[in-house]
Every structure is written in C-alpha cells, then in structure tokens.
Antibody, heavy 120, light 110 residues
Framework: QLQLQESGPGLVKPSETLSLTCSVSGGSISSSSYYWGWIRQPPGKGLEWIGSIYYSGSTYYNPSLKSRVTISVDTSKNQFSLKLSSVTAADTAVYYC????????????WGQGTLVTVSS | QSVLTQPPSASGTPGQRVTISCSGSSSTIGSNTVNWYQQLPGTAPRLLIYSNNQRPSGVPDRFSGSKSGTSASLAISGLQSEDEADYYCAAWDDSLNGVVFGGGTKLTVL
C-alpha cells in the first residue's frame, strides 16, 4: 500500500523559507504514470494546488505562487520536496503531499498533512 | 474567489439523494475531466470520483459524478451520516496551466 508522509518544521518565521519533504513508501517515485505534488489548506478554508513534479524533474507551479515555489525530486531517496520562500502569515496552512495520475490528473494518494504556522 | 464555483453548503436527511454542483469555464471543465474529493473532519482529502464519473476501488456506488459542458455534478444517493464532510471538485485549467479546485461544499446530514 502506497504511503506518503510529510516532514518539516511546524513553525517558520516571516520572510524565511518553508521547507517540507514528502517520503514515499510502498511504491516508486520513478513511475512514469504519476506526478507528485503539493496542496495546501489554510485553517478553515479550501484546497489550493501548489505544484507538481514528474520523476524526470519537469515541474508545474501555481502561477500565483510560482515566483516563490521550488519543488524538487530525489529518486534515490524516493522523496520529493517543497520550498516556499519569503513566507508571510498568509502561508499558514496544512500542507499535503499527494500522488497524481498523469492521465486524469487525479490525486489518488495523500499524506496526512502537516500544519505549518508562519509567525515570529 | 475560486476558479471552479461550488455552493458553500448542502444538506439532506438520511436516505435522501443530494447533488453538489461545480461550475467552471471552457478552459477548465469545458476541456478537461473533473475529479471530486471528500474531506472528512480533521482528515486529508480522499479521491471520490475521477475522470468525471469513475469511482476508485472502495468508493461506494452511492457516489456518482457527471459532467455536461462547463459544469459537473456529484450525486450522493442513500445519504448516510458518515457522508457529512466537505466535498471539492477539481480540474486542470488550460489558461493557468495548473490544477484548480472549487471552494468546497460542506454537506450536512440532518
């Protein structure tokens, strides 16, 4: 059974860089059938797609976040990562990693999510 | 303001059939497939419907999806108390070159 697990600091100071890693177990991140991506959910609000990456390194980013986002993949560790720079309180959210099918772009496996709070 | 528009709330009584709408545009639902997610309180979203009307294994056939033009719908028949959750539609946006979500619909089982 595929499992995804987010890890990283739960508290980040304003203007600093948020860094999260998603560890994938029970399957290979190098599969050609899937993208791997990040979604976030501010407290009490809806879902927002942040971006996705293919095992080859090709990326797609939300245009509203593109200038601050970097998603990378480490196939040797079966992990992918998110960096979001110059964070503000508006970036406080639960961050989820997920696997996305390439044909229908459906997120069929999700991590449990990790709350990141931006505060001094 | 979400690119895909959903009603903020919906409700029904046990056993009833409810539908949740998702309105988009020619660059979203009009030219791409729609996926639906269920988010139970305090948990991660779960894929409910993909490719407009396909159910992943393990999803009861009480859940069904449809699409027409630039709109899509999720129907839940035989409503149960455990269906009380937030429901989100999602699709690829050719204009934004990314995935967009609806604002979510909170379903209450009365």
């Amino acid at each position: 059974q595929l499992q995804l697990q987010e890890s990283g600091p739960g508290l980040v100071k304003p203007s600093e860089t948020l860094s999260l890693t998603c560890s994938v177990s029970g399957g290979s991140i190098s599969s050609s059938s899937y993208y791997w991506g990040w979604i976030r959910q501010p407290p009490g609000k809806g879902l927002e797609w942040i971006g996705s990456i293919y095992y080859s390194g090709s990326t797609y980013y939300n245009p509203s976040l593109k200038s601050r986002v970097t998603i990378s993949v480490d196939t040797s560790k079966n992990q992918f990562s998110l960096k979001l720079s110059s964070v503000t309180a508006a970036d406080t959210a639960v961050y989820y990693c997920a696997r996305w099918g390439t044909q229908w772009l459906e997120a069929d496996y999700w991590g449990q999510g990790t709350l990141v709070t931006v505060s001094s | 303001q979400s690119v895909l528009t959903q009603p903020p709330s919906a409700s029904g009584t046990p056993g009833q059939r409810v539908t949740i709408s998702c309105s988009g545009s020619s660059s979203t639902i009009g030219s791409n497939t729609v996926n639906w997610y269920q988010q139970l309180p305090g948990t991660a979203p779960r894929l409910l419907i993909y490719s407009n009307n396909q159910r992943p294994s393990g999803v009861p056939d009480r859940f069904s999806g449809s699409k027409s033009g630039t709109s899509a719908s999720l129907a839940i028949s035989g409503l149960q108390s455990e269906d009380e959750a937030d429901y989100y539609c999602a699709a690829w946006d050719d204009s934004l070159n990314g995935v967009v979500f609806g604002g979510g619909t909170k379903l209450t089982v009365l």
